[in-house]
Protein backbone atom coordinates (compact mmCIF):
# COMPACT_ATOMS: atom_id res chain seq x y z
CA UNK A 1 0.00 0.00 0.00
CA UNK A 2 1.25 3.59 -0.82
CA UNK A 3 -0.43 5.55 1.69
CA UNK A 4 -0.06 9.80 0.90
CA UNK A 5 -0.52 12.22 3.87
CA UNK A 6 -1.37 15.57 3.73
CA UNK A 7 -1.20 17.69 6.88
CA UNK A 8 -2.63 21.37 6.42
CA UNK A 9 -5.34 23.72 7.44
CA UNK A 10 -8.79 24.86 5.68
CA UNK A 11 -6.79 25.76 2.57
CA UNK A 12 -5.69 22.04 2.08
CA UNK A 13 -9.59 21.58 3.59
CA UNK A 14 -10.77 23.34 0.76
CA UNK A 15 -12.59 25.85 2.31
CA UNK A 16 -14.78 27.86 0.16
CA UNK A 17 -14.77 25.69 -3.00
CA UNK A 18 -16.25 22.72 -3.74
CA UNK A 19 -14.37 20.23 -1.65
CA UNK A 20 -13.62 17.84 -5.15
CA UNK A 21 -12.05 20.75 -6.36
CA UNK A 22 -9.61 21.25 -3.66
CA UNK A 23 -5.99 19.88 -4.59
CA UNK A 24 -5.52 17.68 -2.63
CA UNK A 25 -8.74 16.03 -3.70
CA UNK A 26 -7.47 16.89 -7.54
CA UNK A 27 -4.58 14.83 -6.52
CA UNK A 28 -6.31 12.07 -5.02
CA UNK A 29 -8.33 11.83 -8.79
CA UNK A 30 -5.29 12.06 -10.54
CA UNK A 31 -3.25 8.95 -9.07
CA UNK A 32 -6.83 6.76 -8.64
CA UNK A 33 -6.77 6.76 -12.64
CA UNK A 34 -3.33 5.58 -12.08
CA UNK A 35 -3.36 3.01 -9.58
CA UNK A 36 -6.86 2.21 -7.88
CA UNK A 37 -6.01 -0.74 -6.10
CA UNK A 38 -2.93 0.65 -4.03
CA UNK A 39 -2.61 4.63 -3.69
CA UNK A 40 -4.31 6.09 -1.09
CA UNK A 41 -4.69 9.73 -0.73
CA UNK A 42 -5.26 10.74 2.99
CA UNK A 43 -5.90 14.29 3.38
CA UNK A 44 -5.70 15.41 7.38
CA UNK A 45 -6.11 19.11 6.74
CA UNK A 46 -8.32 20.57 9.72
CA UNK A 47 -9.23 24.56 9.54
CA UNK A 48 -7.73 26.91 11.81
CA UNK A 49 -4.57 24.50 12.28
CA UNK A 50 -1.35 25.95 12.82
CA UNK A 51 1.89 24.09 13.29
CA UNK A 52 1.39 23.94 17.16
CA UNK A 53 -2.11 22.18 16.20
CA UNK A 54 -0.15 19.52 13.30
CA UNK A 55 2.32 18.83 16.11
CA UNK A 56 0.31 17.65 18.75
CA UNK A 57 -1.50 15.36 16.32
CA UNK A 58 0.74 14.40 13.68
CA UNK A 59 2.44 11.18 15.38
CA UNK A 60 -1.11 9.52 16.49
CA UNK A 61 -2.04 9.85 12.66
CA UNK A 62 0.78 9.18 10.96
CA UNK A 63 0.94 6.10 12.87
CA UNK A 64 -2.21 4.74 12.22
CA UNK A 65 -1.23 5.36 8.27
CA UNK A 66 2.30 4.57 7.93
CA UNK A 67 1.86 0.66 9.52
CA UNK A 68 4.31 -1.45 7.20
CA UNK A 69 2.02 -4.72 6.66
CA UNK A 70 3.82 -5.58 3.68
CA UNK A 71 7.52 -4.95 2.20
CA UNK A 72 6.69 -2.84 -0.17
CA UNK A 73 4.29 -0.45 2.09
CA UNK A 74 5.74 3.10 1.92
CA UNK A 75 4.35 6.61 2.59
CA UNK A 76 4.83 10.26 1.76
CA UNK A 77 3.72 12.76 3.90
CA UNK A 78 2.98 15.68 2.57
CA UNK A 79 3.01 19.73 4.82
CA UNK A 80 0.95 22.69 4.00
CA UNK A 81 1.01 24.66 7.09
CA UNK A 82 1.58 27.95 8.03
CA UNK A 83 -0.53 30.88 7.41
CA UNK A 84 -2.38 30.41 11.09
CA UNK A 85 0.61 30.63 12.56
CA UNK A 86 1.35 34.27 10.68
CA UNK A 87 -1.91 35.36 11.83
CA UNK A 88 -1.74 38.37 14.15
CA UNK A 89 -4.67 39.29 16.92
CA UNK A 90 -5.09 42.35 18.30
CA UNK A 91 -1.68 43.41 17.23
CA UNK A 92 0.23 43.86 13.60
CA UNK A 93 3.15 42.39 15.72
CA UNK A 94 1.02 39.62 17.73
CA UNK A 95 1.19 36.61 15.70
CA UNK A 96 -0.54 33.31 17.12
CA UNK A 97 3.03 31.67 16.64
CA UNK A 98 6.23 33.78 16.69
CA UNK A 99 8.96 32.94 14.25
CA UNK A 100 11.30 30.77 16.72
CA UNK A 101 9.00 28.66 17.71
CA UNK A 102 7.27 28.47 14.10
CA UNK A 103 11.14 27.21 13.23
CA UNK A 104 11.08 24.78 16.10
CA UNK A 105 7.93 23.45 15.14
CA UNK A 106 8.91 22.63 11.54
CA UNK A 107 12.23 20.89 12.75
CA UNK A 108 10.26 18.74 15.06
CA UNK A 109 7.70 18.33 12.04
CA UNK A 110 10.36 17.05 9.79
CA UNK A 111 12.46 14.48 12.20
CA UNK A 112 9.11 13.37 13.08
CA UNK A 113 8.11 11.83 9.65
CA UNK A 114 11.39 11.11 8.84
CA UNK A 115 10.62 8.34 11.40
CA UNK A 116 8.15 7.03 8.80
CA UNK A 117 9.48 8.42 5.02
CA UNK A 118 12.37 10.12 3.11
CA UNK A 119 9.42 11.12 0.91
CA UNK A 120 8.58 14.52 2.14
CA UNK A 121 6.94 17.46 0.73
CA UNK A 122 6.18 21.24 1.86
CA UNK A 123 3.88 23.37 0.03
CA UNK A 124 4.47 26.74 0.56
CA UNK A 125 1.75 29.35 1.72
CA UNK A 126 -0.81 30.97 -0.28
CA UNK A 127 -0.34 34.84 -0.26
CA UNK A 128 -3.74 36.61 1.28
CA UNK A 129 -5.09 40.06 -0.48
CA UNK A 130 -4.60 42.49 2.02
CA UNK A 131 -7.35 44.59 1.20
CA UNK A 132 -9.60 42.62 2.82
CA UNK A 133 -7.85 40.78 5.35
CA UNK A 134 -6.23 43.82 7.42
CA UNK A 135 -8.01 43.83 9.77
CA UNK A 136 -10.78 41.12 10.37
CA UNK A 137 -12.49 41.91 13.87
CA UNK A 138 -9.15 42.43 15.01
CA UNK A 139 -7.52 39.21 13.00
CA UNK A 140 -4.54 40.53 10.49
CA UNK A 141 -2.76 38.60 7.61
CA UNK A 142 0.24 40.50 5.84
CA UNK A 143 1.97 38.78 2.84
CA UNK A 144 5.27 39.97 4.20
CA UNK A 145 4.90 38.15 7.16
CA UNK A 146 3.66 35.20 5.18
CA UNK A 147 6.81 34.95 2.84
CA UNK A 148 9.07 35.67 5.90
CA UNK A 149 7.17 32.51 7.00
CA UNK A 150 7.57 30.49 4.25
CA UNK A 151 11.43 31.55 3.69
CA UNK A 152 11.85 29.71 7.33
CA UNK A 153 9.99 26.50 5.91
CA UNK A 154 12.43 26.95 2.42
CA UNK A 155 15.86 27.34 4.24
CA UNK A 156 14.88 24.43 6.83
CA UNK A 157 13.75 22.55 3.78
CA UNK A 158 17.04 23.84 1.87
CA UNK A 159 18.91 22.71 4.74
CA UNK A 160 17.56 19.45 4.92
CA UNK A 161 17.79 18.50 1.28
CA UNK A 162 13.87 18.39 1.62
CA UNK A 163 11.29 18.88 -1.44
CA UNK A 164 9.52 22.39 -1.14
CA UNK A 165 7.43 23.95 -3.41
CA UNK A 166 7.14 27.99 -3.49
CA UNK A 167 3.76 29.05 -3.76
CA UNK A 168 3.65 33.06 -2.40
CA UNK A 169 6.48 34.36 -4.51
CA UNK A 170 5.71 32.80 -7.63
CA UNK A 171 1.92 34.18 -7.45
CA UNK A 172 2.86 37.70 -5.98
CA UNK A 173 4.52 38.06 -9.36
CA UNK A 174 1.65 37.82 -10.81
CA UNK A 175 -2.43 38.67 -10.86
CA UNK A 176 -2.10 36.28 -8.12
CA UNK A 177 -5.99 37.95 -6.87
CA UNK A 178 -7.62 35.64 -9.77
CA UNK A 179 -6.63 32.47 -7.89
CA UNK A 180 -8.40 33.73 -4.44
CA UNK A 181 -12.06 33.44 -2.93
CA UNK A 182 -13.72 36.15 -1.96
CA UNK A 183 -12.84 36.33 1.48
CA UNK A 184 -9.82 37.53 -0.11
CA UNK A 185 -7.17 34.15 2.08
CA UNK A 186 -8.57 31.23 0.36
CA UNK A 187 -7.67 30.00 -2.97
CA UNK A 188 -10.60 29.57 -5.41
CA UNK A 189 -10.51 26.53 -8.10
CA UNK A 190 -8.39 28.16 -9.99
CA UNK A 191 -5.78 28.98 -7.12
CA UNK A 192 -6.07 24.94 -6.30
CA UNK A 193 -5.79 23.74 -10.12
CA UNK A 194 -2.53 25.95 -10.01
CA UNK A 195 -1.37 24.33 -6.69
CA UNK A 196 -2.46 20.79 -8.15
CA UNK A 197 -0.42 21.22 -11.13
CA UNK A 198 2.81 22.28 -9.20
CA UNK A 199 2.30 19.11 -6.58
CA UNK A 200 1.18 16.25 -9.42
CA UNK A 201 4.70 16.60 -11.20
CA UNK A 202 6.33 15.02 -7.92
CA UNK A 203 4.29 11.68 -8.38
CA UNK A 204 4.49 11.02 -12.17
Not at 75 to 84: E, K, L, R, V, Y
Not at 185 to 193: A, R, S, Y
Request: proline share 3%.
Amino acid sequence: MYNILIFGDSIAAGRKINKIKSWPSLLAQFLDKKDKDFTLVHNLSIPGDSSNDVLKRFSVEAEARCKKIYPDDRCSIIFTIGINDTKCINSVNNPVTNEKTFLKNIISLIERAQKYTNHIIFVGLTPVDESKTISLDGVYFFNEKIKAYEKIIQDECKKRKIVFLDIVNEWLKSNYLRFLSNDGIHPNEKGHQKIFKKVKILFK
